[in-house]
Structures are given as structure tokens and as C-alpha cells.
């Protein structure tokens, strides 16, 4: 497989953290930048703490493409992730003057307005990344993409990001299948296949239905014509166990 | 706040890294080990990879009191997960005889109970986690603790951990309440309240819901006495603000 352009994933927030709320940005974003050709590899929910989030930010953009946050870019004193993208670049917050326009589009109390425009502090040298739900937007410094925690929100700004801004590798491609056979079953068989498909990566994930168990068999690769090829196998696999294969 | 008894969720499958399978072993075991006494701090989403399981594996279980990991713990060429916890501890894999016997309990032609048996697999000195689904269990190695991916299995094992297992320090208790109030008009006087209770974690989550949007205020803490009367003043915040506080 020709190597991957990768990225990870910091979700920034103890409501992540503590139960409370569900990440849903990961899954979403996953198969967002898999169109773009670049492979989610590793993702981190971390806590809103100043030298946590400087920390994992360093250390995860030099070792991925690319980096993307969620969370941490509002208004309020738990929203600090800005502050530390600076921190972590040794850069400094500066007013953006196109993020100062948009936010004093909305008029609002003298008060209410300077906590508003903390939103427009962008690390020198970083770029936008258009909001178009109408609200502030995030930022872009060298590899790492900031953007908004609230999944509506984070989604409206990931589909602004395109192959011109995100170079990516070949899109990964899925074929899956599905039978009522247990894993253990299907496991040696399984093997064979995967052995004589290196490129491919071929996953095997039991389930628990209410019309029985088996077992979902999914193969990701850049190749679609070897992705077929090794879809029938596994396909012809399950007819041998005397199964009924199903799309999945 | 007394020093807090720290764990991290390692959750390992290319299926959460691709967006194929949603996770929600986090927000569930985040939720179970609170009542434990024990803070979720960080959650690492890796992929089915050796090298990348060992090296978290080996960072994590020197950084936080308690690691729990998820997935990778079946029958097929994909579930790598007992493996690498054995290198991640120099140490070999057993067969661990009550697995054994547990797995022969259910007839299979040899090829099967073969395949099946890698599940009896364990890393030489580590104690099992029980598997009230009655499949094979998970095992925990000093403060590693290996358990399914499937949420239900993972949800049986960790049903079974208990204080005397997992000691740790005081739960975290919460109280939470919504206005209709934008994060900008509240962040000022929430930054002040914040302040006078250093010990609790305060969190603002705006929302945008069909009937207008808002923000949820979130307190979290061990002192009950002090959250209740954190919650009086974020009460009294919203009310002042001519808004009418809602149980969120």
C-alpha cells in the first residue's frame, strides 16, 4: 500500500470525559477525510487542562500528517484550547480582524460583546476555517486544524476543508459482508485470505442480534478491483461453512 | 481536591478509527468507574496495530493508576490485544486452565476449538475478569485491565469490578442546569463563580435545540455541600439575567 497520509484526532473536553456527552466528531470526521485520501490512525479525548492540551498537540504533530481539535474554542473560561495551539507554537493570540467584523455584526452589551470577541483571538499565522453556521470560526496553523466542539457546528466547518488545503493519498475503499457464523469458526479460513491480501485490511467483528450471532467481515484498501476479488472469497468462504451470506 | 485517582480507556479497533462502529464504551465506563471513585483523565483510540499497543500500552500504564482497554480480545488474525500486552510487560502467554475448560465446555470440530482456544491465552501472572455473557474473560496484568469491545461483553465485564479490585478515592458527584442564555452573555459571571470554587470543575455547553438555543452549566466535584451551593449561585446567575433556569 503506498503510505498513507494519516491524521489524529484531539477531542478537547471533560463532558467527553466524564460520560456526559457522546463523541460523535470522530466517527463523522473519519470517513470525511477518508474522501479527502487521509486514514484517521489515533485519536485522543483529553481534558481541558492547559499543559495537557499543549503537550498531546506537540506531541502529535510531528508524529501525523495532520491533526485536528475539537472543543475548547467558545466564549467562556473553560474554552481555552486557542491559548494553548499558541502555547504549544510559542506564537501569540492576536485580534483577527475579519473574525472582529463578524462577531460585531451581532450587536450586543459592552460586556457581553468583550467575552464574545475573545472567539477572535487566532494565533499569528494561522488561516480560517470558515464557519457556516454563521458563528466564529477555527483556525489553521501549519498541520493542525482547529474547530468547534458542537458536532453541527464541527461538521459545517469540516466541509469547507477540501484536497486543495488537505492533500490526501488514495481514498480507502470497504467492501463488508456479513454471516451467521461464529468467529471462531470463520477464524482460520480468515487467516488464509488475509495472508494472501497484505494491502488489504480485513476486519472481523462478531455481533449479537436478536435472530442470532455471527460475524460482520469488512475489507478496507485503496484498490477496488483487489477489494472485489477478495470480497468473493470471503464470500465463497461462507457458502463452504454452509452459511447464507448477507450484505452488511 | 484531594489527588484524584486517574484512569485512561485505551480503546483499540480499526473500526472506531474508520467511523465504521460508533463507540460508546467511553461514556459508559467513564460513568461506571466514577461511582468507583476512579476519574477517566484521557481515552486513546488506536488502531489493530503491534507497535502502536505496546507503546500506549507501556506510556499509559506508568502515566495514569488505572488502564482499561477494549477490543481485540477474540478468536480471529485481528485480535492482536493479549499478545501485545504480554510484550508490553516482557512477559508470555499461558494457557490459563479455567479458560480452557470454559471454552471446551462448548463442543466444536477440532479446527473450531483450536481457533477458539487462542481466547485461553493469557499473560502469565495476570487475574481474570469474568464474562457473565459467558464467553471467554478478560484478564487484568498489575493495573492493566483487557477487556471486549463488543459494549455488552465490555459492559458485563466491568460489572464485576468492584472497590475492593479497583480502590479509589471519592466519586465525583454533578449538578447541571440550562437557560436560554447564549455562552457570551454568561461567561462573565461564570468565570467568577468558577473562580470562588476552584475545587469544582465548572463546564459550559452551548446547545441549539428546535425552541432556541442555549447554554448547559455543569458542576463537577466531590464535596456535595459545595456543589449545592455553586448550583444556588449559577441559579441565581440565570435568574438575574432575566431567564428562567431549567434541570438540564
Known sequence: MAKAVTACLIIIGNEILS???????????????????????????????????????NECRFKFDYVFTTGGIGPTH???TADCIALAFDTELEMHPDVVELI????????????????????????????????????????VFVMA????????????LDKERIPGGDPVRSRSIGAYLSEGKVAVSLRVIAEEHPEVD?????????DGYGTSLVM?????????????KVRQMIIDFGAEPFTD
Open 78 to 80: 473553560d474554552d481555552i
Open 19 to 57: 460520560g456526559r456527552t457522546q463523541d460523535t466528531n470522530l466517527a463523522y470526521l473519519a470517513k470525511e477525510l477518508n474522501e479527502l485520501g487521509v486514514r484517521m490512525v489515533e485519536a485522543r479525548v483529553i481534558p481541558d487542562v492547559e499543559k495537557t492540551i499543549v503537550d498531546t498537540v
Open 220 to 232: 478496507r484498501g485503496t484498490d477496488e478491483a483487489e477489494l472485489d476479488e477478495m470480497l468473493e
Open 149 to 160: 466542539g458542537v458536532p453541527m457546528v464541527m461538521q459545517a466547518m469540516a466541509g469547507t
Open 104 to 143: 460585531k455584526r451581532r450587536e450586543a452589551p459592552p460586556e457581553v460583546m468583550e467575552t464574545r470577541l475573545r472567539m477572535a483571538r487566532i494565533p499569528r499565522g494561522a488561516t480560517l476555517i470558515e464557519n457556516p453556521t454563521g458563528g466564529p470560526p477555527g483556525f489553521q496553523l501549519d498541520n
Open 202 to 210: 480485513l476486519g472481523s467483528y462478531p455481533f449479537y442480534r436478536q
